[in-house]
């Protein structure tokens, strides 16, 4: 698959995940593919088990792509996801192989207040 085939399927996937819409939202991973959280140590492998396990999530979720960049195999979405109204600041790499993903590890952050020490380096534009 060209880069901006994999560029549009990944815009489809955000863009399902934020509407809610679970089937279009795992299009995009092989049958044994397998998710990562690093933070929780949890590793889901299997699209239907990766399905379910955002089915099954009560919070209301949505998502805000920021950027999206990568090329070949290897994309790297950072993006917002609100759960029932907090913020998390995310990033996603994905590792495609035969035009789906095989694997994709999650990164998630809360908001920090910005530090005085560093207020005189911030750029305000």
Do not use: C
Not at 82 to 109: C, H, K, W
């Amino acid at each position: 698959m060209e880069d901006r085939e994999l560029r549009a399927a990944l815009e489809r996937h955000w863009a399902a995940s934020d509407a809610g819409d679970f089937e279009l939202e795992h299009e995009i991973y092989q049958e044994n593919a397998l998710l990562e959280y690093p933070q929780s140590g949890e590793h889901i492998r299997g699209r239907r088990k990766i399905q379910e396990s955002r089915f099954v999530q009560p919070n209301k979720k949505r998502f805000s792509v920021h950027r999206i960049i990568g090329s070949g195999n290897l994309w790297v979405t950072e993006f917002v996801l609100t759960y029932d109204g907090a913020p998390s600041y995310s990033v996603s790499i994905m590792e495609f192989a035969n035009g789906l993903v095989e694997r994709e590890t999650q990164y998630f952050a809360s908001p920090f207040e910005p530090s005085e020490s560093r207020a005189h380096l911030v750029d305000h534009s």
